[in-house]
């Protein structure tokens, strides 16, 4: 039961351009979300996050977007640039009673092509 | 600040040894979480240790377990490898307290099982 779903496992943009990265839950539970980008062989670093009570969230060439009725997010990635190509996860977590436990998609795979 | 650290970065054992990982968290940080990332399922949540005790728990069998120190530095312990324990190990810190706590990601541990 994979309660995080990335649908799409990889995404190509130009350089420029934006960049929409999508996550779907089913868990109605999860009131903090996470985007994490990840290097091979290397640990994810988070890029932002949105709480349940918001629906968006910016921070610089990033925003994060929350539709609780459609438990869908999504990240926008404005302009995209070619150090931008990783592999992106979003994530999620319940408050309290399920403490330091994040669940993950699969993962999107970002190429920005110069 | 510093981040989180990990060691060993590279580790290879054979089927039936037991290995132990090391993490140390960002300093004021108190809770550490670790995760196995495979291929195949992805990064998933093994267990958290807030204050020296474990507040939960994924599902793994109970070859796995951890302890976590008065300074707040964890190990995990994986006794009789199997090869389906050759993963990417992950460690991540967070303050532990509140819905919207961040959780940072260390590099990780290599582990390979022959």
């Known amino acids: 039961d994979q309660q995080v779903k990335q649908n799409s496992p990889s995404l190509s943009v130009q350089e420029g351009r934006i960049s929409i990265l999508n996550c779907d839950y089913t868990n109605s539970m999860f009131d903090y979300f996470l985007w994490y980008k990840k290097y091979p062989a290397e640990g994810p670093t988070f890029l932002i996050s949105?709480?349940?009570?918001?629906d968006k969230n910016e921070d610089g060439r990033f925003t994060v977007f929350l539709n609780k009725s459609a438990k869908h997010l999504s990240l926008h990635i404005v302009p995209s640039q070619p150090g931008d190509s990783a592999v992106y996860f979003c994530?999620?977590?319940?408050?309290?009673?399920?403490?330091?436990?994040?669940?993950f998609g699969q993962g999107t795979t970002l190429q920005v092509k110069p | 600040k510093a981040g989180v650290t990990q060691t060993p970065r590279y580790l290879i054992k054979t089927r039936g040894q037991q290995v132990t990982l090391s993490c140390s968290p960002i300093?004021?940080?108190?809770?550490v979480s670790w995760y196995q990332q495979t291929p195949g399922q992805g990064l998933q949540f093994l267990f958290e240790?807030?204050?020296?005790?474990?507040?939960n728990k994924g599902n793994f069998p109970g070859r796995f377990s951890g302890r976590q120190f008065s300074n707040s530095r964890s190990e995990m312990n994986v006794s009789t490898l199997e090869l389906g324990d050759s993963a990417l190990y992950l460690c991540?810190?967070?303050?532990?307290?509140?819905?919207?706590?961040?959780?940072?990601f260390g590099p990780g541990t290599r582990l390979t099982v022959l």
């Open positions: 300093s004021g940080h108190r809770s």
């Open positions: 949105i709480s349940s009570i918001k």
């Open positions: 991540a810190s967070s303050s532990g307290q509140g819905s919207a706590d961040t959780q940072y």
């Open positions: 994530a999620a977590s319940r408050g309290s009673g399920n403490t330091g436990k994040l669940i």
């Open positions: 240790y807030f204050s020296e005790t474990q507040r």
